[in-house]
């Protein structure tokens, strides 16, 4: 069953502290993606990974840090939340270029 | 900077009709453009999607027309149900060392009335 898994779904943070969102995908994807949708705004990409430890900027990527040491698993980094980090986040894998993208649930981050 | 835009930016059409949603991009590079479907608490998943040597694509009530000299592309759903009540993203990427870049555009959303 081809999946992208996110963790937590829901995760409320006091403004200033760490947020660490989880992804992992058993498709053996080699890229995977880190998106933010608010309302309005659509879909902007903050990271992509090109495999383990290959790791590009966004479009967004101020204020968000990323880690992928194994192929199946990326993660977001928020050091220091901000208010306006307030957001659904979404990761997603494909298997390269101009492919499908397969995205997680989502998480819905509030930093209060 | 937004090189994909979608309009309009909310649809509602009754059971039945047409329903078409339009987009267009500003990169001649781009030359692959899914439509990706999201339902409220889901992720976006691809529903349709067209290669730029193509004019047509067409998938069950879904059809995709694209127009590469002046850079637009609509969706159009045939026979609308109120289950495609949803928002749709138009997204582009390009044939290059940016392919695995993929823009999305803002989204349409489209209410279907029974």
């Known amino acids: 069953d081809m999946k992208v898994t996110q963790m937590p779904r829901y995760l409320i943070k006091r403004m200033g502290e760490n947020v660490l969102l989880e992804c992992g995908q058993d498709m053996s994807h080699e890229t995977m993606y880190w998106y933010r949708q608010d309302p309005g705004l659509g879909l902007q990409l903050i990271y992509i990974s090109y495999d383990v430890d290959s790791n590009s900027e966004g479009d967004i990527p101020k204020g968000y840090r990323v880690s992928r040491k194994k192929r199946e698993h990326f993660s977001l980094i928020l050091d220091s939340a901000k208010t306006n980090q307030t957001s659904v986040y979404f990761c997603?894998?494909?298997?390269?270029?101009?492919?499908?993208?397969?995205f997680g649930k989502g998480t819905r981050l509030t930093v209060v | 900077q937004q090189q994909v835009r979608q309009s309009p930016q909310s649809l509602t059409v009754w059971e039945g009709e047409t329903a078409i949603l339009n987009c267009s991009y500003e990169d001649s590079t781009f030359n692959y453009f899914p439509w990706y479907q999201q339902f409220p608490g889901e992720g976006p998943a691809l529903l349709i999607s067209?290669?730029?040597?193509?004019d047509k694509k067409e998938d069950g009530r879904f059809t995709i027309f694209f127009n590469k000299r002046e850079k637009k592309l609509s969706l159009h759903i045939t026979d609308s149900q109120p289950g495609d009540s949803a928002t749709y993203f138009c997204?582009?990427?390009?044939?290059?060392?940016?392919?695995?870049?993929?823009?999305f555009g803002k989204g349409t959303h489209l209410h279907v009335l029974p």
């Open positions: 067209i290669r730029s040597v193509s």
């Open positions: 997603a894998s494909s298997t390269g270029q101009n492919t499908e993208v397969f």
């Open positions: 997204a582009a990427s390009a044939g290059s060392t940016n392919a695995y870049k993929v823009i």
